[in-house]
């Protein structure tokens, strides 16, 4: 009866262990990969699988193999680089190594000895070790970065395996000795925790500056591809003014060619005139350089894909607002409106409206999309493949927003998706 209500005991325990092992996933990643049925699927395997060995009481190193494959089978289910995979799976073990051996290490002590005369030991023990787990997952929980899915160099994860295979093996050489001074196993115990630590603090600070410095580049890509786009565009704009001013020689030409009674010429002459005129299309006049050249164009591009497009601009040449800042805002925007009209097949259209008033910009942007959207929490995330290349577009917006102390406001329905944003000049 002893036998069972212990085993009763580690299965229960073992149970308990899957939630905490979701609770380090969920510390560690910050988006499911695979669906809820596999996954569950997964979770049931190593609860399934490592319950038997835990009664059957196999081999240490049976034991070993089992949880690091069995936790990097979990991570599978998740989205992350590989590198990440390996170190979290790392990480997670180490967290259960350094729970087993403080719990071992409590019982040894002679202050613990009452502990002993419990008939079954090993049940308690193990629901000790999972407290001590679950107590590790909201220390980790308190990290920022941990979460964030980005590569990270291949050295840091070499030496993270190497660190791990190290106090694996100092901590097992111990721990084997038939006589361990308790002060000994405490410090090498503390050094060995405090080590791990200090790599999981690592990977955090890593995590985070990796993100910036990706942030960054991309950023001053937008910028200096926008900015490239700006300048090709005013130099249309500025060949078409001088078109126009042209245009006294344009019509003198013509009636030249009817005097001489040339009219195939005159014919070839006005169509390539109107062609010309056609291809340069004018949305934005404002005179200011990065406003007309970005919004014009987007939005010719928009316009030859058969996207009806309304625009209505109001702001003077003198704005006072950096042109870096207002490139991002409406290249960003404008990007994301063609990229959810794209995808839908009828009814096709993008409206901006952008006023200045009182020291105040207006901006909204208008465009109907397929009514699909993404979230991760009450974050609204890119849906292209490539979620660590993409994806920054509207939180490089909401952070020039917050430079100028403005609001930016997201509304969708009815296939019906509003940007609004006000900036305090």
């Known amino acids: 009866m002893s036998l069972i209500l212990n085993n009763v005991v580690l299965l229960l325990t073992n149970l308990f262990e899957m939630y905490i092992m979701h609770r380090f996933m969920c510390v560690f990643f910050s988006k499911r990969k695979a669906g809820l049925k596999t996954t569950i699927a997964v979770y049931f395997a190593r609860f399934a699988i490592g319950s038997a060995i835990m009664i059957c009481g196999t081999y240490p190193i049976v034991n070993i193999v089992f949880s690091l494959a069995s936790l990097f089978l979990i991570t599978l289910c998740y989205e992350a680089v590989f590198s990440k995979r390996i170190v979290i799976t790392i990480v997670i073990y180490m967290c259960m190594f350094l729970a087993e051996t403080v719990v071992s290490l409590c019982m040894q002590n002679r202050n613990f000895g009452a502990f002993h005369k419990i008939e079954n030991i090993s049940a308690m023990i193990s629901i000790f070790i999972e407290i001590v787990l679950w107590l590790i997952t909201l220390l980790l929980g308190k990290f920022r970065n941990i979460k964030k899915n980005v590569p990270l160099p291949k050295t840091f994860t070499i030496a993270m395996i190497i660190v791990f295979l190290i106090s694996l093996y100092m901590e097992m050489l111990i721990f084997q000795q038939k006589y361990v001074n308790d002060s000994i196993a405490a410090i090498s115990l503390i050094c060995v925790l405090s080590l791990n630590f200090v790599m999981i603090y690592l990977y955090d600070a890593l995590s985070g500056m990796f993100e910036e410095r990706t942030k960054a580049e991309l950023v001053q890509r937008e910028k200096v591809y926008y900015h490239k786009q700006s300048e090709i565009l005013q130099k249309s704009y500025d060949e078409l003014k001088h078109f126009r001013h042209d245009m006294k020689n344009h019509i003198f030409a013509v009636n030249e060619m009817i005097n001489n009674n040339e009219i195939n010429k005159v014919r070839n002459y006005i169509s390539n005139v109107t062609e010309k005129i056609e291809n340069t299309e004018m949305f934005s006049q404002t005179g200011n350089v990065a406003i007309d050249g970005i919004i014009n164009y987007k939005l010719s591009k928009a316009y030859n894909m058969g996207i009806k ?98 609001i930016l406001d997201l509304e969708y329905e009815n296939k019906k998706f509003v940007t609004s944003i006000i900036l305090y000049l």
């Open 309 to 406: 497009v309304n625009v209505d601009i109001a702001v003077p040449a003198n704005i006072k607002i950096d042109d870096d800042d207002i490139v991002i805002i409406l290249g960003n925007l404008l990007d994301n409106a063609i990229e959810a009209v794209e995808k839908i097949k009828k009814d096709k259209y993008i409206s901006i409206n952008f006023k200045y008033d009182r020291k105040c910009a207006f901006i909204n942007v208008i465009n109907s999309f397929d009514n699909v959207v993404n979230f991760i929490g009450d974050k609204m995330v890119t849906r292209k493949k490539n979620g660590s290349a993409h994806g920054i577009g509207l939180e490089s917006v909401q952070n020039i927003v917050e430079k100028y102390d403005g």
